[in-house]
């Protein structure tokens, strides 16, 4: 790949205009003639595609406080009292 | 570099706009790779729906990591995510009997938390995403166009304590779509369909917001999301 000016700043704006839909098409889109010559615009797509993979891998971590369950608990306690009146 | 590594892998053709993919309806081989099956939850849901409540607790302990995690995910408020963590759970009680097994347990329990959450966003009147917003890219959120300078590529240089510290400086917005596509593996029909916007809509969002992210990750080490 090089870096040479064998394209212009629109056609970078048209790149990137274009690229939501291309990042959700079955295009390669490495492939694409504008990257052939754009280093700019490839680093783009490269680190937007390097975001998407990271988001991917970022697991469940967080753990409610004991507060929730409890809460939880005191809801369906309340809730089964009241169906007991109800009845 | 192969295949456009950001689409889901294994997709099934798109179903027509006006009729986004319900969870159960989604490739139950996506559905597996998000939600693989956990070991006695079969025997803990068929008690559950019985009335056992120990057997729900059980579902809580196996299930509230995930549910927490997503509500903390798409409020960045702790006492929210507590409150819509409890409320989706409430709802699970109530409806655990109408579970049928058509989809991943957990991916049927993770759609009702969504669920949860954007009534509860509604219910503020938080716009979930920005009537304004179209394809065109904003100056805001644009790249550079420095011509013939290499940037620095992030390939490699982000661990998950920074992405999650970026994704939190996200706005609601755009953070409500990366969340759903890029991290929970909703497609841009089905969140059209959750957030009531085009599926244009829900690909600008995305869009922005993975640029904005970009943007955040390339600051300098004393910036407000490095680590």
Redo the contacts between chains.
């Keep these: 790949m090089t870096s040479d000016r064998t394209h212009t700043p629109r056609d970078c704006d048209e790149f990137q205009r274009q690229l939501p839909e291309l990042f959700d098409s079955d295009r390669d889109l490495l492939a694409h003639a504008h990257l052939q010559t754009c280093e700019n615009c490839s680093s783009l797509v490269r680190d937007l595609e390097y975001i998407a993979a990271q988001a991917k891998l970022l697991l469940p971590i967080h753990d409610p406080s004991p507060a929730v369950w409890d809460n939880i608990q005191n809801a369906l306690a309340r809730q089964a009292k009241d169906d007991n009146k109800s009845s | 570099?192969?295949?456009?590594?950001?689409?889901t892998a294994g997709k099934a053709p798109s179903p027509t706009p006006a009729q986004p993919l319900t969870a159960e309806a989604r490739p139950v081989q996506q559905q597996r790779r998000r939600n693989p099956p956990i070991a006695g939850e079969l025997a803990a849901i068929a008690q559950a729906q019985q009335g056992d409540?120990a057997s729900f607790?059980v579902l809580?302990n196996m299930h509230?990591?995930?549910v927490?995690?997503?509500c903390?995910r798409m409020l960045g408020n702790v006492a929210e995510?507590?409150d819509l963590?409890?409320e989706a759970?409430?709802q699970l009680?109530r409806k655990i009997a109408t579970f049928r097994g058509d989809s991943a347990f957990s991916t049927w329990l993770h759609r009702m938390a969504v669920n949860v959450v954007l009534m509860h966003l509604r219910k503020k009147g938080l716009p979930l995403v920005s009537l304004e917003e179209t394809?065109?890219?904003s100056q805001e959120d644009?790249?550079?166009?420095?011509?013939?300078?290499?940037?620095l590529?992030?390939?490699g240089c982000?661990d998950?304590v920074t992405?999650?510290r970026a994704?939190e400086e996200l706005p609601p917005g755009y953070r409500m779509v990366?969340v759903l596509h890029?991290?929970e593996?909703y497609e841009?029909n089905e969140i059209a369909g959750m957030l009531k916007c085009s599926i244009?809509n829900s690909?600008?969002q995305?869009?922005k917001a993975?640029?904005r992210?970009?943007n955040l990750?390339r600051q300098p080490a004393d910036g407000k999301v490095q680590a």
Excluded: C, W
């Design positions: 570099m192969t295949k456009n590594t950001l689409r409540g607790e809580y509230k990591r995930r927490y995690s997503l903390l995510a507590e963590t409890q759970f409430l009680h394809l065109e890219p644009g790249p550079r166009k420095d011509f013939g300078a290499r940037d590529t992030l390939s982000i998950r992405l999650e994704v990366f890029d991290v593996g841009h244009g690909k600008s995305l869009h993975r640029m992210l970009r990750l």
